[in-house]
């Protein structure tokens, strides 16, 4: 998969896309990710790429026309366009699942009040928001759907985290998990997991997942 990231701060992306998984994604050429300043796409003496809302109010807004000359040349026909900002709708697993299947996607990172309204009309394909609360640019919502996506293209994840995946999948949250020592300070593991009883483990695991979600996560049921 291609990722393009149009962005005012592309240094914030050093660091969080070169470890791990994605590293390993990205040198084993399952993802081709590209960060774009916005800023190179104005060409005015300062190089401006916000200006204040017509109508009065407060903040600033990112002007279109170096949002749209960076579209029209990072994108072909099949990329999927989508802008971050605490407007657009929740992202979340299944939403990452949809975006996994994309050829390319263009990520476009917002910044102070947002976008001016025809970026969104003419070009984006989807508004997605990570959560709500306001982050001071969409940087690390742009790289959190990365990460999420990545995780999910064919290759990325060896048989083991794969496997994993599966069977949390359930739509429920974890059951609790213990290693060794089956005492420690005191704090015992549960005997069931200590009994070796297959059937009994898998109820026992079950039975909490269904508790923890109810406790913690309703909505989920
Ligand atoms: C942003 C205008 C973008 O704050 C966010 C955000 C929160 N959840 N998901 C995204 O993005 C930065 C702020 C203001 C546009």
Redesign the pocket.
């Given at each position: 998969m291609k990722i393009d990231v149009l962005t005012l701060f592309p240094a914030m992306f050093a660091g969080p896309l070169d470890e791990s998984i994605i590293k390993r994604a990205r040198e084993s050429g399952l993802l081709d990710l590209r960060v774009h300043n916005l800023r190179d796409y104005a060409h005015d003496r300062h190089r401006t790429v916000d200006d204040r809302p017509f109508g009065g109010g407060p903040g600033m807004l990112l002007k279109p026309e170096p949002i749209f000359e960076a579209v029209e040349n990072l994108t072909s026909e099949s990329t999927r366009i989508i802008l971050?900002?605490?407007?657009?709708r929740t992202?979340n697993q299944a939403i990452a699942g949809e975006l996994a299947e994309s050829k390319e996607l263009l990520l476009i990172?917002?910044?102070?009040?947002?976008?001016d309204e025809r970026v969104r009309e003419q070009l984006a394909d989807d508004e997605?928001?990570?959560?709500?609360?306001?982050?001071?640019?969409?940087a690390l919502?742009v790289m959190v759907i990365i990460d999420a996506v990545t995780r999910l293209l064919p290759g990325v994840l060896g048989d083991e985290e794969s496997a994993q995946e599966e069977s949390f999948s359930h739509g429920l949250l974890e059951y609790p998990q213990y290693t060794r020592p089956a005492d420690f300070r005191g704090m015992k593991v549960p005997d069931v997991l200590l009994s070796g009883d297959h059937a009994e483990i898998a109820r026992w695991r079950g039975e909490q997942a269904r508790l923890r979600t109810s406790e913690r996560r309703p909505d989920l049921l």
């Amino acid at each position: 998969m291609k990722i393009d990231v149009l962005t005012l701060f592309p240094a914030m992306f050093a660091g969080p896309l070169d470890e791990s998984i994605i590293k390993r994604a990205r040198e084993s050429g399952l993802l081709d990710l590209r960060v774009h300043n916005l800023r190179d796409y104005a060409h005015d003496r300062h190089r401006t790429v916000d200006d204040r809302p017509f109508g009065g109010g407060p903040g600033m807004l990112l002007k279109p026309e170096p949002i749209f000359e960076a579209v029209e040349n990072l994108t072909s026909e099949s990329t999927r366009i989508i802008l971050l900002s605490p407007s657009g709708r929740t992202f979340n697993q299944a939403i990452a699942g949809e975006l996994a299947e994309s050829k390319e996607l263009l990520l476009i990172s917002g910044h102070y009040e947002g976008f001016d309204e025809r970026v969104r009309e003419q070009l984006a394909d989807d508004e997605l928001s990570i959560g709500d609360y306001v982050l001071t640019n969409g940087a690390l919502p742009v790289m959190v759907i990365i990460d999420a996506v990545t995780r999910l293209l064919p290759g990325v994840l060896g048989d083991e985290e794969s496997a994993q995946e599966e069977s949390f999948s359930h739509g429920l949250l974890e059951y609790p998990q213990y290693t060794r020592p089956a005492d420690f300070r005191g704090m015992k593991v549960p005997d069931v997991l200590l009994s070796g009883d297959h059937a009994e483990i898998a109820r026992w695991r079950g039975e909490q997942a269904r508790l923890r979600t109810s406790e913690r996560r309703p909505d989920l049921l």
